[in-house]
């Protein structure tokens, strides 16, 4: 639903965090007022912004005149607290002014109810099943060995980056997670999926609006590293009809979700060639880690159609250089670690001088953590292969900073 009764000109966000930063940067340049909320004083919103009130999510009040001051709002994060939010959408002045939608949101936190809700939505997922307690586990154990097939064990909430997750292969796996659960009960209840022989992984943007249609962005390759996004390829080596039928899934899903705003669909690739299959596998509903590679690889950016979206703007964007490959590098804290001051969070030395290099920007976080996300890198290359040797090349230049850190 639109707001028609006048201009949408001050956005809401939901979280300072780098990406709550990088789409303010585009809701200004559009011309809009932005005010973030976020609870950490040290955010990158905050360090690089004026646009941040410091507050609590679970505070209705601050809600409440936090949402006074916007027209529109929105959230770069999906692990907001929601229960003071859903009184404050309550409130007939407020009802409309989230997007995408409550319901999205609590979908996309609570992995049972976002399978449940892909189901509803037509969308193709991973055998799975609910477990309510530990004897569900247990029960299940025979069964899931006999058919020799391998599972991955969830939290319903508050997973991501690879946390909250077991793998059960073997039986010595079985019992050590049987082990380690018996006792808490309140991580129930959990999914237990089967685990499937991927080819790859790929995700899809799509930024919706109720009246201005809707806009893919280009199906995107994404190579993980202990469960944390490495490398984003743009194109993906995959076949151009799966890519597609991606793109028609995710649509798919962002309409009978009635999302408004941007929604990006993770989906595992099953099978090669022209035999490939799609599993969605997760849903996010605001802008992704994966969708940096558009701040280059297309005219307009995952944040400035999120921007256009909230500012009910007509929405286009172009490939630039489409016979190029693109590549995302997030860079983790784990490079910087042994560093013991903001001072030394820099790129190493040659790194903004290579050839390949258009993009690299760090978030100006003041702490390295093994598994933060740090700030990324964007190149292009004539080939894949040639990107990911780049990448190489690029995260071995990070042994000579942390010596020269050291002399």
Not at 165 to 188: G, H, I
Request: net charge negative; charged share 20%; glycine share 8%.
């Amino acid at each position: 639903m639109t707001t028609t009764a006048h201009t949408i000109r001050t956005i809401g966000i939901l979280g300072a965090g780098q990406l709550g930063l990088m789409l303010s940067d585009s809701l200004s340049d559009l011309g809009a007022q932005v005010h973030m909320l976020e609870p950490n004083e040290n955010s990158p919103g905050a360090a690089r912004t004026n646009f941040v009130t410091s507050g609590s999510f679970d505070d209705e009040e601050t809600l409440r005149q936090f949402f006074s001051k916007c027209d529109r709002v929105t959230y770069e994060f999906e692990h907001i607290p929601t229960s003071a939010l859903r009184r404050v959408l309550g409130d007939p002045a407020h009802r409309d002014k989230l997007w995408p939608s409550l319901t999205v949101l609590e979908n996309s936190q609570n992995r049972i109810a976002e399978k449940k809700a892909l189901a509803a939505a037509g969308a193709p997922v991973a055998r799975w099943k609910e477990i309510q307690n530990h004897a569900s586990l247990v029960a299940e154990k025979s069964d899931w060995l006999k058919q020799g097939k391998a599972a991955i064990l969830k939290t319903a909430t508050g997973g991501y980056d690879g946390k909250g997750q077991w793998r059960l292969s073997t039986e010595t796996d079985w019992n050590a997670t049987l082990e380690n659960l018996l006792n808490k009960q309140s991580l129930f209840p959990l999914v237990l999926e089967e685990k499937c022989d991927l080819e790859m992984e790929i995700s899809v943007l799509v930024g919706r609006h109720p009246t201005l249609g809707t806009f893919f962005f280009p199906a995107t390759e994404n190579i993980h590293i202990g469960g944390v996004l490495d490398t984003t390829l743009h194109p993906p080596r995959l076949n151009y009809e799966t890519c597609l039928e991606a793109q028609k899934i995710a649509s798919q899903i962002a309409e009978r979700w009635d999302v408004f705003g941007l929604l990006c669909v993770e989906f595992f690739v099953v099978g090669s060639g022209q035999n490939a299959s799609l599993l969605v596998n997760e849903v996010a509903p605001r802008p992704h880690n994966s969708g940096h590679i558009t701040r280059r690889s297309m005219s307009r950016s995952q944040f400035d159609i999120l921007a256009q979206i909230l500012l009910d703007l007509p929405f286009v964007s172009h490939q630039i250089a489409p016979e190029l490959t693109w590549a995302m590098w997030n860079t983790l804290g784990d490079l910087w670690m042994g560093e013991l001051s903001p001072e030394h969070i820099h790129w190493p030395e040659g790194l903004l001088a290579h050839s390949a290099v258009c993009e690299a920007i760090l978030y100006g976080k003041k702490e390295a953590r093994t598994g933060r996300k740090m700030g990324h890198v964007i190149i292009t290359s004539p080939k894949p292969e040639q990107a990911q040797k780049t990448i190489e090349h690029l995260r071995s230049s990070f042994r000579t900073l942390k010596r020269g850190s050291q002399a």
